[in-house]
């Protein structure tokens, strides 16, 4: 079964420390997804990536970077956290030619503090 | 701007009735939407999708009409249940393996 783990699911950091978000895919898709939910709003993509070892800006990409050592996983880091990066994060993942809207994992939830 | 609206931001029905959840988007390049569903403390989850070369897509209880012309496109729940209690995102892209662009989201509350 189709299946993307996110790990931590909830996560408490300190403002300044660097936090890493991790991102696991059973689906054997190309295509990876970080997107940030802040509460009663939308989600809004940060980085996403076609292939390993490559990634690409969001829209809103600003205060953090992205690692996609395989085609399994893929990472969010936050260098220097601050209180504006408490959100609910969640990776999706979609396949090459799939043309199917992306599958979510469960989400991190992370508080910066 | 937001590139994708909806509205309204919550909808109350009873069980039975159509809840009808609305879209509208900016962008003319869009020619993918999806609709999610979400339930608390949960990752979103398909719930189905339209090209814009479709006017009309059905998929069950579930129902997308998309009118090109004017940019708007609604979500229209039949015989809705208190299992469908959730919030609702309408999205879309121009080229989907470069992400989606989302709405606000609408929050439907099922009562029996």
């Known amino acids: 079964e189709a299946a993307v783990t996110q790990s931590p699911r909830s996560k408490v950091a300190v403002t300044g420390g660097k936090v890493t978000l991790s991102c696991h895919q059973t689906n054997n898709h190309d295509y990876m997804y970080w997107y940030r939910q802040d509460t009663g709003h939308g989600l809004r993509l940060i980085h996403y990536s076609y292939v390993a070892d490559s990634t690409e800006k969001g829209d809103i990409p600003d205060g953090y970077k992205a690692s996609r050592p395989s085609q399994e996983n893929f990472s969010l880091i936050l260098e220097l956290a601050s209180l504006s990066q408490t959100a609910v994060y969640f990776c999706?993942?979609?396949?090459?030619?799939?043309?199917?809207?992306?599958?979510f994992g469960e989400g991190t939830r992370l508080s910066v503090l | 701007q937001q590139q994708v609206r909806q509205s309204p931001q919550s909808l109350t029905v009873w069980e039975g009735e159509t809840a009808i959840l609305n879209c509208s988007y900016e962008d003319s390049t869009f020619n993918y939407f999806p609709w999610y569903q979400q339930f608390p403390g949960e990752g979103p989850a398909l719930l189905i999708s339209?090209?814009?070369?479709?006017d009309k897509k059905e998929d069950g209880r579930f129902t997308i009409f998309f009118n090109k012309r004017e940019k708007k496109l609604s979500l229209h729940i039949t015989d809705s249940q208190p299992g469908d209690s959730a919030t609702y995102f309408c999205a879309a892209s121009a080229n989907y393996a470069q992400g989606l662009t989302f709405g606000l989201g609408t929050r439907v509350s099922v009562f029996p």
């Open positions: 999706a993942t979609t396949g090459k030619g799939n043309n199917q809207a992306p599958l």
């Open positions: 339209i090209r814009s070369v479709s």
